[in-house]
């Protein structure tokens, strides 16, 4: 079993960076494939991003190719999500999910869930 937290969240404005950590405890991080997922207000939950157990494969929603970069280092147990060039649409709570896959991008096959950590981007 693995916990997950996550922090960095925050308000930001138009344009602004921010970069997410979810540092994983329990069993390694390596032993699992991550995501990190958001969920705005009134909407479901839906994938942003994917890392493979190792890192050598990634996956982005087409919303923000180009502006999230996800990594993990696995000596420290922890996954990141840069993101940059933020918009507004962008304001969700964001979850980071543990998977025994190498890498999904389906949701259902995630096993273990963080808390959610709150962004904001206002206009």
């Known amino acids: 079993q693995v916990q997950l937290v996550e922090s960095g969240g925050g308000l930001v404005q138009t344009g602004g960076s921010l970069r997410l950590s979810c540092a994983a405890s329990?069993?390694?991080?390596?032993?699992?494939?991550m995501g990190w997922f958001r969920q705005a207000p009134g909407q479901e939950r839906k994938l942003v991003s994917a890392i493979s157990k190792s890192g050598g494969d990634t996956y982005y929603a087409d919303s923000v190719k180009g502006r999230f970069t996800i990594s993990r280092d696995n000596a420290k147990n922890t996954v990141y999500l840069q993101m940059n060039s933020l918009k507004p649409e962008d304001t969700a709570v964001y979850y980071c999910?543990?998977?025994?896959?190498?890498?999904?991008?389906?949701?259902?096959?995630?096993?273990?869930w963080g808390q959610g950590t709150q962004v904001t981007v206002s206009s």
């Open positions: 329990g069993r390694t991080a390596s032993s699992y494939g």
């Open positions: 999910a543990a998977t025994r896959m190498v890498v999904t991008t389906r949701g259902s096959m995630y096993d273990y």
